[in-house]
């Protein structure tokens, strides 16, 4: 168990597909601790692998304080209600930065346990934008992808700032 850096942006590890799991055991398990790990110390709401350099499948989930750490093992979207929703995010690996995302209000999501359990699952509101979020990372799309490209430059530019400061 450990907490790993964070890839930072603009690294291009966060713009790059994620590999499935296929091996589902003590691997998994420790990657999963150090997931948890990180995302305890950076106090973030969601961290898919990647944000540590680890190009794999796996994402950690706490909506809050407190609250149960959940683990999702290849997560997929089955479906998306054709209802928007929008939600502040940002990301652990531009921090200090934040914008409003629109996004589907509710989703199915199939995924895997850490033991290899097929499931599903909806979420809808918060829960829903985190779980896209974070999904999103794991296909290579970087959530100010899904900016109009006026915010997207601007959040750049204030990052480059931000970087230097």
Same mark, same amino acid.
Do not use: G, I, T
């Given at each position: 168990m450990a907490v790993r850096p964070?890839?930072?942006f603009p690294d291009p590890r966060l713009r790059q597909a994620a590999e499935p799991i296929g091996d589902f055991g003590p691997d998994?398990?420790?990657l999963a601790r150090d997931l948890a790990d990180t995302l305890a110390a950076v106090a973030a709401i969601g961290l898919a692998a990647p944000h540590i350099g680890v190009l794999r @499948?796996?994402?950690v989930v706490r909506l809050e304080p407190g609250a149960e750490t959940r683990f999702f093992v290849n997560p997929a979207i089955a479906w998306a209600a054709p209802e928007i929703a929008?939600?502040?995010e940002g990301?652990?690996?531009m921090p200090g930065l934040r914008e409003t995302v629109a996004r589907p209000a509710r989703v199915r999501i199939a995924f895997r346990t850490l033991d290899g359990e097929a499931r599903e699952e909806e979420a809808e509101g918060f829960a829903a934008a985190v779980l896209?979020?974070?999904i999103d990372q794991l296909d290579g799309i970087f959530w100010i992808d899904r900016l109009s490209r006026l915010? @997207?430059?601007r959040l750049?530019? @204030?990052h480059g700032k931000l970087a230097r400061a």
């Open positions: 964070l890839v930072m998994l398990a420790a @499948r796996v994402v929008s939600h502040p990301s652990v690996s896209q979020h974070e915010k @997207r430059d750049v530019k @204030r």
